[in-house]
């Protein structure tokens, strides 16, 4: 058959995939260009050649508010930043919707190199906490990144002890995930508090019994400014979260210690 004795098709609208358009969808639903998916996914050759196209826009965000720089940095293309950064314009301190920087992606993923490299910038600040009031040391911390966390501790301006909108301290998120590394780290701080509660009242160490962390516990159990017995405001102790989870291991320590009080009961209970 002819082309002739096809049927007559509708004129359709150019696909969007054909147009030179900036924005193409991301692997995650958000809108990113093609220099944000090099950048994101390390193709250094390719995100050099885009840098060279005299109308690229090298900090242009995603819907999510995120720059290349910004998805380079949380992956840990430390090739990849370096060359965003050799970008006359470039904006290493650029905030997306939920007010994390570059830096805070990188220190929250644990990536040295890329720190460091960011670290190296002036305009960068390194303890600009985000929209949860959490900073990238709080993240770093969290996250159990050792070596970044060591990294941070020697800057004057990292603030150690910083509460985030919940009342969360880097050491109740160390403690809370159990990273025991970045608990012996920061228990030897002067400045950092191993007792402060955040708002609903549990301590690093209600966070770690409550979890299961029993290394943690143990870690904790032997500093001398830990007070294993201290209720939230439902009035659960340490015990009580680890009853209440099954944590039997964790209930076995506790009740080794003299001063634990093992008939505190709970509010309404």
Known sequence: MGLGCLPERPTLARPTAYRPAYHRPGPLGTLQTPLSLAARYGHDGLVKLLLELEDIIPDMADNDGRTPLSWAAEMGRDGVVELLLGWDEAKPDMRDNSGRTPFSWAAGNGHCVVVK?????????????????????????????????????????????????????????????????????????????????????????????????????????????????????????????????????IVELLLERKDVNPNISQNGG
């Open 117 to 249: 490299l960011l670290l190296g910038r002036e305009e960068v600040k390194s303890d600009i906490p985000d929209h949860s009031g959490r900073t990238p040391f709080s993240w770093a911390a969290g996250n159990g990144h050792g070596v970044v966390v060591n990294l941070l501790l020697g800057r004057e301006e990292v603030k150690p002890d910083m509460c985030d909108n919940s009342g969360l301290t880097p050491f109740s998120w160390a403690a809370m995930n159990g990273h025991g590394v970045v608990v012996k780290l920061l228990l030897g701080r002067e400045e950092v508090k191993p007792d402060m509660p955040d708002d609903s009242g549990l301590t690093p160490f209600s966070w770690a019994a409550r979890n299961g962390h029993d290394g943690v516990v143990r870690l904790l159990l032997g500093g001398e400014n830990v007070n294993p017995n201290i209720p939230d405001i439902d009035n659960r102790t340490p015990l009580l979260w680890a009853s209440i989870r099954g944590h039997s291991r």
